[in-house]
């Protein structure tokens, strides 16, 4: 049998008494059984928290606010007007000329435009049928030309592309177009 007393006050103390099976207050009825003998012997109980951590520089702190306003000054900056080479603010463009597209619903259609801003744009498609020389196999393929213009707003020069897009892959000309 173990004894173990543990301080209500300077003046009184409980005793704990610890058998095999049973654990006892005094002056109390019988709390609960234990299955295992128990060892005790207390006379000052003590808790022990870890050391605080400081900071050995200065302290920094980035609040939530902090970063709100960060992230909402770079959405008001990127939502300004875009201003063009000379300062301007860009303008709105709009539809000068327009050809009626043309869409047979089998892959054979035609459309051109024309924009304010000196874009231009115009394609045509047509299904083709071709054979293959060696093995006699016809392949079904959708041959497209068209071209495309359009005003740098570097240095204000007007750049034009032609191309057909066919059998032999896409292939571009113009004479900002490196050649091969």
Request: with cysteine; proline share 5%; charged share 25%.
């Amino acid at each position: 049998m173990n004894t173990v007393r543990f301080p209500k006050s300077e003046r009184s103390h409980k005793l704990i008494t610890c058998t095999k099976n049973e654990l006892s207050v005094e002056g109390e009825s019988e709390y609960s059984s234990i299955n295992r003998e128990a060892t005790l012997q207390v006379s000052t109980i003590r808790t022990h928290l870890p050391p605080k951590l400081e900071p050995s520089g200065p302290k920094q702190t980035i609040t939530m606010k902090t970063v709100f306003a960060f992230v909402a000054l770079l959405a008001v900056a990127s939502a300004l007007p875009q201003l063009h080479k000379r300062g301007a603010p860009a303008q709105e463009v709009q539809l000068v000329k327009e050809l009626a597209s043309n869409n047979d619903g089998l892959g054979k259609y035609q459309f051109a435009y024309e924009l304010s801003d000196g874009q231009r744009r115009e394609e045509s498609a047509d299904v083709q049928v071709v054979r293959e020389a060696r093995s006699g196999e016809e392949t079904v393929l959708l041959r497209q030309t068209g071209s495309f213009s359009y005003v740098s707003p570097d240095d204000g020069k007007t750049y034009s592309v032609k191309y057909v897009a066919d059998e032999n892959g896409f292939q571009a000309v113009g004479e900002h177009i490196p050649k091969l």
